[in-house]
């Protein structure tokens, strides 16, 4: 939001292409030089839709930016828990329960009343923010139930972040040459040392960011990954509230105090789920262990047995 703020600063898309650039050099430095892996397991022909999608998210959400403020932009992302879920059952067989579904549900409608509010602050608020928006929620609710098929055979953090974001640079740098962006920004951040640094900035914590959701959607899934995301767009939306002041309605506050409460909720269910499936995980156990200590304690007696036989007869010899 600094950066869209910089008088002049008219390339939105750019800031997608700033996070993969980002995300491309310091998962190499990573991959290379730290961790020493080699290869890949996934084949290239895993790629090419992940990084279409990966690319239609990026730069659709940041072009939206041009239409729609970015308190809007961020809560309008938050609405890709539910579409996220309906991928994970067709791609990776999950199930959810309703209250899960009814969760996602109030997400969702604390997203339109989040978008209501836009409608009555900005006159010139334009819909072709929440069209641009609304097609990289899709595209981003794919994407990390991709990357959790690509887990599953067997890829690592490293090598999914980096193929995946190399292949989207490609494509985006070819696309921006071609629109002007990348020419036109290089120019700005050359007579803007403020922009330059942003830009220097942003780069590096976009890697730390996605690293870390790479991390969470490795080991605890798609769904996950995108909660936690979500989740923590509460804090971006505080933030820039506190950080950017701009006019304020309380139609954001209801709006978002049905996001965030449909993110608890879903939580807290998760938790429950978790708990009971320990539950009857350890009960399995406890079944399955039971006939075997019966058995051993049978053997034992046996054995005792015998062995008070054997003194008995000794005694009486």
Same mark, same amino acid.
């Given at each position: 939001?600094?950066?869209?703020?910089?008088?002049?600063?008219?390339?939105?898309?750019?800031?997608?292409?700033?996070?993969?650039?980002?995300?491309?050099?310091?998962?190499?430095?990573?991959?290379?030089?730290?961790?020493?892996?080699?290869?890949?397991?996934?084949?290239?022909?895993?790629?090419?839709?992940?990084?279409?999608?990966?690319?239609?998210?990026?730069?659709?959400?940041?072009?939206?930016?041009?239409?729609?403020?970015?308190?809007?932009?961020?809560?309008?992302?938050?609405?890709?828990?539910?579409?996220?879920?309906?991928?994970? @059952?067709? /791609?990776?067989?999950?199930?959810?329960?309703?209250?899960?579904?009814?969760?996602?549900?109030? &997400?969702? #409608?604390? $997203? +339109?009343?989040?978008?209501?509010?836009?409608?009555?602050?900005?006159?010139?608020?334009?819909?072709?923010?929440?069209?641009?928006?609304?097609?990289?929620?899709?595209?981003?609710?794919?994407?990390?139930?991709?990357?959790?098929?690509?887990?599953?055979?067997?890829?690592?953090?490293?090598?999914?972040?980096?193929?995946?974001?190399?292949?989207?640079?490609?494509?985006?740098?070819?696309?921006?040459?071609?629109?002007?962006?990348?020419?036109?920004?290089?120019?700005?951040?050359?007579?803007?040392?403020?922009?330059?640094?942003?830009?220097?900035?942003?780069?590096?914590?976009?890697?730390?960011?996605?690293?870390?959701?790479?991390?969470?959607?490795?080991?605890?899934?798609?769904?996950?990954?995108?909660?936690?995301?979500?989740?923590?767009?509460?804090? @971006?939306? /505080?933030?820039?509230?506190?950080?950017?002041?701009?006019?304020?309605?309380?139609?954001?506050? &209801?709006? #978002?105090? $049905? +996001?965030?409460?449909?993110?608890?909720?879903?939580?807290?269910?998760?938790?429950?789920?978790?708990?009971?499936?320990?539950?009857?995980?350890?009960?399995?156990?406890?079944?399955?262990?039971?006939?075997?200590?019966?058995?051993?304690?049978?053997?034992?007696?046996?054995?005792?047995?015998?062995?008070?036989?054997?003194?008995?007869?000794?005694?009486?010899?």
């Amino acid at each position: 939001e600094a950066i869209i703020k910089i008088p002049g600063f008219k390339y939105g898309v750019m800031l997608g292409y700033m996070e993969v650039l980002g995300v491309t050099i310091w998962s190499y430095l990573e991959r290379t030089y730290i961790s020493g892996e080699k290869g890949r397991v996934a084949p290239l022909s895993a790629y090419p839709l992940l990084t279409l999608c990966l690319m239609g998210s990026s730069a659709l959400s940041t072009m939206s930016l041009n239409y729609i403020n970015f308190p809007t932009k961020v809560v309008f992302r938050s609405c890709k828990l539910l579409p996220t879920m309906f991928v994970a @059952t067709i /791609i990776n067989k999950r199930t959810f329960s309703k209250m899960e579904y009814l969760c996602a549900f109030a &997400v969702c #409608a604390g $997203l +339109v009343v989040f978008t209501a509010a836009d409608w009555r602050l900005m006159p010139s608020f334009n819909p072709i923010g929440l069209v641009l928006v609304s097609l990289s929620v899709i595209a981003d609710s794919i994407t990390p139930n991709m990357q959790e098929n690509l887990f599953q055979q067997g890829c690592t953090r490293l090598e999914v972040t980096l193929y995946s974001n190399f292949f989207t640079l490609v494509a985006m740098t070819f696309t921006t040459i071609i629109s002007g962006d990348l020419v036109g920004i290089l120019k700005h951040a050359m007579v803007d040392r403020q922009l330059m640094i942003y830009m220097i900035i942003y780069t590096t914590i976009a890697y730390v960011a996605i690293s870390a959701f790479m991390g969470i959607v490795k080991r605890f899934g798609a769904v996950i990954g995108v909660l936690l995301s979500t989740a923590r767009k509460g804090m @971006t939306l /505080i933030l820039s509230f506190l950080l950017f002041p701009k006019a304020f309605s309380w139609w954001y506050l &209801v709006g #978002a105090l $049905l +996001v965030l409460g449909g993110l608890l909720a879903s939580s807290m269910i998760k938790q429950k789920k978790k708990a009971n499936a320990c539950k009857q995980s350890a009960k399995k156990i406890n079944t399955e262990t039971q006939p075997l200590v019966k058995d051993e304690i049978s053997v034992a007696d046996i054995e005792m047995q015998e062995i008070d036989e054997t003194l008995e007869k000794i005694v009486q010899k």
